[in-house]
């Protein structure tokens, strides 16, 4: 044999990245016993954001047997307010969405990053067929019959797939020859935690200012997560705010529904931007998470639909091999990419809708969304339909 | 690679730098997914779950073991650059491919070797096996409309089976709309496959299959029609035998 790379040991999943959706990735294949290699090395997440859960979500990780190791740690959310605070001309009703009305207990779960990455972790830990490789990809070499990647710290890992949870910068795209269409948005997501005088009551509330959404979730305790979305020179400014200060400025943003406001330790700023890749899947590398999809957060879909990401990538995998097949078949990509088209680029166009309807300044477009609002707080069959698209597409629950 | 496929006739692949040369190119077109065999890379996945989900039912397996045929001998017939004989060795399958062209079997070698597959691929046709040899499946896919006597084939496939093995089938229906769309429609109007590929008459129907089976003692125990949706470019399985269909056959005693 003259083929170098039969002494590699050869994986059937290479996933590169060590962040929530990439672990979620590894986790769900490696329980069908598939041999994974999951090449990234071993940090805490790096800062305080948090993700509202949806239910798909939660029975995902229900199933790949992290839920149990986290559920302690998540609050559950039942009322989504949202509040019109654009203080335009014409301006939108307050609308709340109750879970039971769609039949649901919850229509989620509110969670530190940090600690679903620690049940992750643990999760990962367990399985007997997920070498952990504690390096970073550096390099990604992609021929007809499998992928292989160097480690910076010189190991080399052979997959007949590669599973691409590298974000932003994913350097698994690059490899696959696969292009962004990239926005940036002249906005900033600024990160904090917060405590306050009074309960939550499991309600998220969402504040729409002219300069994006303002959103408080719920956390255990008198606690909540804030995502505040600014102008980059607002976002700056606040930045550099005191404690106390921003405090203050936090409890005027949410019309001290809370009472007495007081943030936490940490707080962290985003450039905001939308980046779609034109494909998903291609030479045998499928990306998941950041590296398919940067979206602005709004109504929680980024890490759920990372999640998603993970879950239909886990399946299709396990279709495909189950049949005996090469996962990274051409047909089994192609498959991938339409099966993740879909989802991934009804919720950028939802999203992106929604972020300009808060941010345009042109008066049909504030009375179309005000409109909109109105028309949801008033029909109930309305509201139910867009609280479950919220939670999950319709095709997904039809097929 | 081994010598266990050296009994064969066909060439060893590392023999002539020519020859090997053709066949890394007929390999290639066998399995570019892109290519003339198009059609049946797409129609693949579901010969394969079809087949794995009997064996499964038969031997009492796990259809989500990633291996879930281990310790099962099988022979596939007419099986060209081994589309089927390498998944099912994936699984776990003691998997012997055969097909008289020596340029497929050339193909089929080189390509399990580079997917560092084990398959025992032999240039010969089932009369030239050895009569003793026994297997717990056996595989004639696309090949009953091929052989010039159904009848004799089939009980050639019966004998080579082990009492307690499994059988599975697929071939053409002899109906007018099998005349219509697997000759006009794949030879003639989509080009899907090169004109002469098949000839109707030799096409075979599922009440012929069964008097054939029957006469070895075996029933058929499943069927499905395979059936391609032009909209969705997708084939699937459908009670709609009248074209093309899988039959799974086994001892009725």
Not at chain 1, 363 to 370: G, H, I, V
Not at chain 2, 31 to 45: R, S
Not at chain 2, 204 to 210: C, K, M, N, R, S
């Given at each position: 044999m003259n083929d170098t790379s039969a002494d590699l040991t050869l994986y059937d999943v290479a996933v590169v990245g060590g962040g929530p959706v990439g672990l979620a990735t590894a986790v769900a294949l490696a329980q069908a016993e598939i041999r994974v290699a999951l090449i990234a090395s071993r940090k805490p997440y790096p800062d305080n954001r948090t993700t509202a859960l949806l239910s798909g979500s939660v029975d995902f990780l229900q199933r790949i047997g992290v839920?149990?190791?986290c559920e302690d740690k998540a609050t559950a959310l039942r009322t989504m307010r949202l509040v019109d605070d654009t203080r335009r001309l014409i301006r939108a009703p307050e609308v709340r969405f109750n879970s039971e009305e769609i039949g649901l207990d919850t229509f989620g779960y509110n969670i530190e990053n940090r600690e679903l990455l620690i049940a992750l972790e643990a999760r990962a830990a367990e399985c007997p067929t997920l070498t952990r490789i504690d390096d970073d990809a550096e390099a990604i070499d992609v021929t007809e019959l499998n992928v292989t990647i160097r480690t910076r710290q010189g190991g080399v890992v052979a997959a007949r797939l590669v599973v691409g949870a590298d974000g932003r910068q994913s350097i698994c795209r690059d490899a696959a020859g696969i292009e962004v269409k990239r926005r940036e948005l002249d906005q900033a997501a600024m990160t904090f935690n917060v405590t306050h005088a009074r309960p939550h009551h499991n309600v998220s509330t969402e504040f729409h200012t002219p300069n994006g959404p303002c959103v408080f979730v719920p956390l255990p305790g008198n606690r909540s997560s804030v995502v505040w979305v600014a102008s980059p020179a607002e976002a700056k400014r606040l930045m550099a705010l005191s404690d106390e200060q921003l405090s203050d400025a936090a409890e005027r943003a949410m019309h001290s529904i809370l009472g007495r406001v007081s943030v936490g330790p940490g707080r962290h700023v985003f450039p905001l931007a939308i980046e779609q890749p034109r494909q998903f899947a291609k030479n045998r590398i499928v990306l998941a998470g950041e590296a398919a999809h940067v979206l602005p957060p709004i109504g929680a879909q980024g890490l759920n639909l990372g999640l998603r990401d993970a879950s239909d990538i886990a399946d299709l995998v396990i279709d495909t091999m189950t049949r005996g097949e090469d996962p990274g078949n051409p047909l089994a990509l192609a498959q991938f990419d339409s099966r993740r088209r879909n989802d991934i680029a009804s919720r950028t166009m939802a999203i992106d809708l929604a972020n300009r309807s808060l941010l345009s300044d042109f008066?049909?477009?504030?009375?179309?969304?005000?409109t909109g609002l109105h028309l949801l707080n008033a029909i109930r069959p309305l509201r139910r339909i867009a609280m479950r698209e919220g939670l999950a597409p319709t095709w997904r629950r039809l097929s | 690679m081994t010598t266990q496929t050296e009994t064969s006739h066909a060439a060893s692949p590392s023999v002539d730098p020519d020859e090997v040369a053709k066949f890394s190119k007929l390999s290639a077109?066998?399995?570019?997914?892109?290519?003339?065999?198009?059609?049946?890379?797409?129609?693949?996945?579901?010969?394969?779950a079809f087949i794995r989900d009997a064996v499964c039912r038969k031997f009492d397996r796990s259809a989500r073991s990633l291996n879930c045929l281990s310790g099962l001998r099988m022979l596939d017939i007419g099986c060209g650059a081994g589309l089927l004989c390498e998944p099912f060795a994936r699984l776990g399958a003691q998997v012997i491919g055969v097909d008289p062209s020596e340029s497929n079997i050339a193909a089929a070698k080189l390509?399990?070797?580079?997917?560092?597959?084990?398959?025992?691929?032999?240039?010969?046709?089932l009369e030239?096996?050895?009569?003793?040899?026994?297997?717990?499946?056996?595989?004639?896919?696309?090949?009953?409309?091929?052989?010039t006597d159904v009848g004799a084939f089939l009980d050639r496939c019966a004998a080579i089976m082990k009492p307690s093995g499994l059988m599975v089938v697929s071939t053409l229906n002899r109906?007018?709309?099998?005349?219509a769309l697997a000759i006009v429609g794949a030879e003639y109007v989509l080009r899907w496959l090169p004109r002469g590929t098949h000839q109707w008459e030799k096409f075979?129907?599922?009440?012929?299959?069964?008097r054939h089976l029957e006469r070895n003692k075996l029933g058929i125990t499943e069927q499905a029609g395979v059936?391609?949706?032009?909209f969705a470019d997708r084939w699937s399985t459908s009670s709609d035998m009248d074209v093309n269909y899988m039959v799974v056959a086994e001892s009725l005693e």
């Open positions: 839920w149990e190791r008066l049909p477009m504030q009375a179309a969304r005000a | 077109e066998w399995w570019d997914p892109h290519g003339k065999m198009a059609p049946l890379h797409k129609i693949n996945p579901l010969r394969l390509h399990a070797e580079r997917s560092h597959l084990s398959i025992d691929y032999r240039c010969t046709t030239q096996m050895d009569a003793r040899e026994r297997f717990d499946i056996v595989l004639a896919m696309e090949v009953v409309e091929h052989v109906t007018w709309k099998s005349f075979v129907t599922p009440e012929e299959l069964t059936v391609y949706s032009p």
